[in-house]
């Protein structure tokens, strides 16, 4: 028979390292032809942190996206952007692009008030121009003003650095460890074999609160491919050890799913916008997939009536479990 | 070990290469000829990152022998498009978002190319089943299935 149900699975995550200091710094340079060149450590890694800090520092400086090249995780050249882990970089390396183009547009600021007779509060950069906020008619092409600064020998060159604000762990385990959280819920709906233990994930939804999506199609992205990975931890990943050593290290011992095992993904992208975010972003990279295992387990149980404790929920697991819950209930008839 | 000669027709040109008689087609592309677009992820014919077209049939070049190449006629993913010019296929992955760490993607590209070949449009269904020796670890696969139909609609419009 077949039976379905479904599971809900919610978590929150810190973003960063938990309560140690993990800064991380980047240098901007706008040149003359108003291309930017920025310079971090901080590695994609094919989730997209590239893409996502050239965006920060276009919408930032007022320049098109196509302006920016990035120059990434070299140790020779970048500085230090720490760890492309614990879902950090969009927050943290973010914010430190956002600060080295927020200084090198000081520079620009500083002589555009200097040639408008403005104070420089009263402007705003915005498509390559700078404008008076009081009187719009004020303005100066970004390109006139890097050909000023070119003029007498001024280099528009900004450098940042971002450190979350957390506090050590004391020994009960009270501080500040992390600056910000993710949250997510996710909602599953499987469908189990009781004749074969086989389980089918049918549809997940997964909502993610992701301060500010800087690209959202990238964001999708990260929620598809977390909750494959965690349907994959769910039902069929494990590590098998013997005297240390790990038996199943290939693709044909240690499955993961393929593109027939994939359910239908849908996600919602919840904005609840961080303040200390670069434009409000925060991270999503691994709590895409913490939840899934969860709702996946409690869908499973809702179908049959019995709860799995350990993972992954194997087709053999499921036979088991249902062997058990008959014979128990058999007894329980005949006494 | 002595080395023997091998002929081929690659990405429409013809190479002649010496190789040793038991050196896979991947061990060929990636040493010889310094195409590294095929990858190795596992090297036993499991995840399709080495996948090359042969005669237009995909085939993992990592348990290909070399030698079996002689005569055939063989597509890398570098023989596809260009960067000014992508292949349909390319550039439906591109634009939707189908590629993360790009390590399955040559793979993936040329496995689609081969299946939309044959079936100019297949069903969801046909694309999985097409897909499935192709392993991708980041995607989660939602994008890339959509990928192949925007690449199916794109080609037929040509
Ligand atoms: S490298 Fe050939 S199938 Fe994995
Ligand atoms: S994009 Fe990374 S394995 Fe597919």
Redesign the interface.
Known sequence: MKKRGCGIGSMWYGIGNTGLPNPSGAFVQVLDDCTVIIHTGCADIGQGSTTVLAQIAAEELGVNFNDISVICADTGVTPDAGKTSASRQTYISGNAVRKAAQSAKETIFKKGAELLQVPEEELILKNYQLNSLKNYNIQISLKEIMAKCREDGTLVIGHGWFNPQTKGLDKRGQGIPYATYAFATQWVEVEVDTETGEIDILNVVAAHDVGKAVNPMAVEGQIEGGSVMGAGYALMEEIILDDGKIINSSFSNYLIPTIKDVPCVNSIIVEEEEVTGPFGAKGVGEPALIPTATAIANAISNALGIRFYELPITPEKILNSLKTANNTNKNQRDF | MKLEVLQFELNARKVSVRVKPDATLLDVLREDLDLTGAKR??G?G??GACTVLIDGMPVDSCIYPALKAAGKNIETIEGLGTEDNLHPVQKAFLDE?AV????CTPGMILTTTALLAKNQSPSEEE???A??G????????????NAVKVAARNINKL
Do not use: A, H
């Open positions: 992820g596992c036993e499991e995840c978002g993360q760490c790009g390590f694309v999985k089943v897909l499935s192709n392993l991708c670890r980041c995607t989660g696969y939602t994008k890339i299935i």
